[in-house]
């Protein structure tokens, strides 16, 4: 709903505390998740995912979530699916050019991220390319394995 995508994008501070807070717990409880398996946890938490990300943000379930990096704005809520800022056709007003009803989600983007207050503007950072496999995936399983590949990599230095 486009009223409640704004609303996050309002307060994307406190959301993204509880985000963190949440995939702190995903990370930990990662042994159990993983003698349960993956695969099998995908489609329920795919449901979770889409009922409270779809209803807070508008989540189009990329199965590969950035959210933490654009304020709150879900990227793919853009007509064209960029993935690292805004076309060349933002409207003088802040609006999209395809959906003049709607505000630019990478205007909202750079609300949101003033709203973090966070020292560096994940904004900032270039995101990969959408990976159409992932797509109708949990990005929640999927931030606990990347988050797995750090601590294993940091453990190997
Ligand atoms: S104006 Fe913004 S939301 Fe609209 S197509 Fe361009 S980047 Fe996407």
């Known amino acids: 709903m486009y009223r409640m995508r704004t609303w996050s994008v309002r307060h994307a501070r406190g959301l993204k505390k509880i985000y963190a807070f949440l995939e702190a717990i995903f990370v930990k409880a990662d042994p159990l998740l993983r003698l349960i398996g993956h695969e099998r946890l995908d489609r329920p938490l795919v449901f979770v995912e889409s009922l409270t990300k779809g209803f807070l943000l508008d989540s189009r379930n990329c199965g590969q979530c950035i959210v933490g990096f654009t ?87």
């Open 71 to 157: 304020g709150l704005s879900c990227p793919m809520n853009c007509p064209k699916s960029m993935r690292n800022g805004p076309c060349g056709g933002v409207r003088l007003n802040g609006k999209c050019e395809v959906k003049p009803e709607m505000d630019c989600v990478w205007v909202q983007a750079w609300e949101g991220n003033k709203r973090l207050q966070e020292k560096e503007f994940p904004i900032q950072f270039v995101q990969p390319t959408v990976d159409h496999r992932r797509i109708g995936k949990s990005a929640w399983l999927h931030e606990v394995r990347l988050r797995r590949e750090e601590i294993e990599a940091g453990a190997a230095e």
